[in-house]
């Protein structure tokens, strides 16, 4: 991998270093004078609780909100070395990641107390689809919305919702920049600049280039750039406007890991020994991933007065995913011969995505009772195309063979299966590689109206109520292969030379989402609550990107259906620097899709999960903050049909759904200018399918991090991730393989500000 910066990268060390090594020729006149530059706080104690949601439709504070809600600050993600959203994540309990394979794609899969949230996922409080990797250069806080949230996010999100808060133009001038270096050739550069342009406009620039290897997978990089310009007009005045454009591609090696322990001596499948070590079973000329990711926003605001404002967001966002991947598959028990085969998979996803969304907000009387109330519309769509690769190890070689060393199995020689404790991964595999002409088109339609409204009945009571309408429609055109293809229905031969045809599916469904929570206020900085909300699935939500796509099975199915019922508390201490939030739920679904036979499936299934989260967010004392909570996940998989002997799955657990989960992230200001802290991370064992026959075992990370303020201009901040080296497994894939988590790594970063 080329380690020269890109174009992007020289001019983004340009643009930190000129505002710091220039001298003004000549002062400005008073009269041309803008506000001066600001010099940020980035120590280690800048504030880490959050008083309020940076979504228009929560219409009360964090305090006054009626169920989980846990907003991650600026301030974790940079003193925790977070460049990605699934480092971020890792800081609350309750949320864990799926591994990619052949139908779902190879990006972000979160799942929130044990329900897939690859959908439900929000950029400012618009969906952003697709499969991606997303980096937190541009974001300034990341909210997790926890529990059924169909009424504020719309379908899918059974388990909850993700908002990424993007950085906005501001009053105050500011440049400020991090350089970063560590271990495995790791090089980060971060640029973020405020420029007041008058005295109504502001001009935001972030920009981002990485380069570096996976610590412990010394053949898996990463090399990525991207640049986040927004201008906002309007600063002050009762109408803004604000122009904002996101870009962020990557080139990288990806990894599939380890695959899954097979002896008969073990009942249950494991990724521990004897496979044992880091090994990586890629092919470094033929594996590669490639993703890109394109958003233009306007934003419009304006006040009428009188605490009533119009907010409307047009988004377009286009995003692309393609990659050839090494599966270590052991489905033919290739494993027992101490034997890998080394399985292509493949994806080739662009998906773009239009919406409009328009909200009203404000306050009003009803006699002495006050309402906060939100009501809005949402218009959208989205569309998918996905595609694959057809990947042919020889001439002499069927596609399909998965047994090494077997006869018509791929062989050795030919670099398709490799040794299970020496791969090399500078093999010179030979093959070829064609595109597949077979897409599948998917469009999801969206209409939804909603309303939300904060009802203040008496000082110490709070109603919280909330109602969306939604109109959806989904369509996907399936390929199919046949010799011949119907005469006008053709489209074209695919890389095997069979013709391709299509058949088409489609969901027509209505459905209303419901939340209403009640508030007693103990005093003005504690409050006890009890809520119901609800959230609806219908087939084909995540638009051809996730596991649960739109076909002839499902096409007719009304909607799944999930409920959480949860008794919660929240409580400000220490004097309003520390909140403390405890909470008791279920989410339930009772109506959960499951299959009757290989071509059919009904809404029959009972899915449960009952738990208990706690969590803390603020300071101890001036010098020492905390962040994190705990995590206590029941999960029931109840019924799940008969079909191929799912029955025996009921009780089961859900898949990778831990019980325990800790998240605890701890600093303390030792000197005035130094700071050290660190973190514990804890999951228990996760399942990989829901047989429960394969998981990733339990495993605790420690991090560590020590920060120094040289001056008011540079400051500097080491980071140790994964502490005591240990090896764990992040993710648990259904079937094959187990994701291994990044080694040590350490890095050491000079914060610039101006």
């Not at 690769?389 to 596609?399: E, M, Q, S």
């Not at 599916?505 to 809520?531: C, D, H, M, T």
């Not at 008969?642 to 859900?654: D, I, L, Q, S, V």
Request: proline fraction near 6%; glycine fraction near 10%; charged fraction near 20%.
């Amino acid at each position: 991998m080329s380690k020269k910066l890109t174009p992007i990268a020289a001019t983004m060390l340009v643009a930190l270093s000129s505002p710091l090594m220039a001298q003004p020729a000549q002062a400005p006149s008073p009269a041309a004078s803008l506000p001066p530059m600001t010099v940020r706080d980035r120590s280690a104690q800048a504030e880490v609780k959050t008083e309020q949601s940076a979504s228009v439709k929560h219409t009360a504070p964090l305090l006054d909100t009626p169920k989980s809600l846990k907003v991650i600050p600026a301030t974790v993600i940079r003193q925790t070395g977070s460049t990605s959203l699934a480092d971020a994540l890792r800081t609350t309990p309750g949320i864990t990641f799926a591994a990619g394979e052949g139908g779902t794609p190879l990006g972000d899969w979160p799942l929130i107390r044990g329900f897939d949230a690859l959908g439900s996922i929000f950029i400012d409080g618009v969906r952003d689809a697709g499969s991606q990797s997303r980096d937190l250069f541009n974001a300034d806080s990341i909210e997790v919305s926890y529990g059924a949230d169909s009424a504020m996010a719309g379908r899918g999100s059974a388990g909850g919702s993700i908002n990424i808060i993007s950085k906005q133009p501001g009053k105050e001038n500011f440049s400020e920049g991090t350089v970063s270096l560590g271990s495995d050739q790791y090089k980060r550069l971060v640029a973020d600049g405020n420029y007041v342009l008058g005295p109504n406009a502001a001009l935001r620039l972030n920009g981002m280039f990485t380069d570096t290897n996976v610590p412990g997978r010394a053949a898996v990089n990463t090399r990525s750039w991207g640049f986040a310009p927004s201008l906002k007009l309007g600063l002050d005045g009762p109408t803004s406007v604000t122009l904002a454009y996101y870009h962020r591609q990557a080139d990288e090696m990806p990894d599939y890991s380890t695959p899954y322990q097979d002896s008969p001596a073990r009942s249950k499948a494991n990724p521990d020994a004897p496979v044992g070590g880091r090994h990586f079973y890629g092919l470094k000329n033929r594996d590669f991933r490639k993703t890109q990711a394109n958003i233009g926003t306007v934003r419009v605001q304006h006040d009428f007065g009188n605490a009533l404002t119009l907010h409307n967001t047009t988004r377009y966002g286009r995003s692309s995913n393609d990659y050839i991947v090494t599966n270590p598959d052991n489905s033919a028990g290739n494993v027992r011969s101490g034997l890998a085969y080394r399985a292509p998979k493949s994806r080739i996803a662009n998906t773009a995505t239009f919406v409009n969304q328009t909200d009203l907000s404000g306050e009003f009387m009803t006699g002495g009772i006050r309402h906060t109330f939100v009501t809005g519309l949402e218009l959208g769509q989205e569309k998918s195309d996905v595609r694959r690769y057809a990947v042919f190890p020889d001439a002499n070689y069927p596609r399909n063979g998965r047994v090494c060393g077997m006869p018509g199995g791929p062989s050795l020689a030919a670099y398709n299966c490799t040794s299970l404790f020496a791969p090399n991964p500078d093999d010179p595999w030979q093959g070829r590689i064609a595109v597949d002409p077979a897409v599948t088109h998917t469009t999801v339609n969206t209409k939804a109206v909603y309303a939300f409204d904060t009802v203040r009945l008496s000082q110490q009571w709070l109603l919280n109520l909330g109602l969306r309408y939604d109109h959806y429609d989904a369509k996907v055109d399936w390929p199919a292969f046949t010799r011949i293809a119907p005469h006008g229905n053709g489209r074209g031969s695919n890389a095997a030379g069979a013709q391709v045809v299509s058949a088409a599916y489609s969901n027509r469904s209505r459905f209303w989402n419901y939340q209403a929570g009640l508030v007693y206020k103990i005093v003005p900085e504690a409050s006890l609550y009890v809520s119901y909300t609800t959230a609806s699935s219908p087939p084909g939500m995540v638009v051809g990107e996730g596991s649960d796509n739109l076909d002839g099975s499902n096409q007719a199915l009304s909607p799944e259906r999930t409920r959480t019922v949860e008794l919660g508390a929240k409580w400000d201490v220490l004097n309003k620097a520390l909140a403390l939030t405890a909470a008791i739920f279920r989410n339930e679904k009772n109506n959960a899709r499951i299959y009757l036979d290989a071509d059919t499936q009904i809404v029959a299934g009972k899915q449960k999960v009952s738990g208990i989260e706690l969590g803390i967010s603020g300071k101890l004392s001036k010098k020492w903050s905390v962040f994190g909570g705990y995590s206590y996940l029941a999960s029931k998989l109840v019924e799940n049909g008969t079909y191929k002997g799912a029955a025996a799955n009921n009780g089961n657990r859900f898949p990778n759904t831990p019980s325990h989960s800790l998240s605890l992230w701890s600093t303390y200001k030792v000197l005035p200018k130094l700071t050290a802290g660190g973190g514990v991370f804890h999951m228990s064992r996760v399942y990989g399918n829901a047989a429960n026959s394969v998981y990733a075992p339990a495993y605790t990370r420690f991090d560590a991090m020590a920060g120094y303020v040289v001056n008011k201009h540079v400051s500097l901040q080491l980071n140790v991730q994964n502490l005591t080296n240990k090896t764990y497994f992040d993710k648990a894939q259904g079937r094959h393989y187990a994701h291994m988590a990044p080694a040590r790594s350490v890095m050491l970063s000079a914060g610039m500000t101006y």
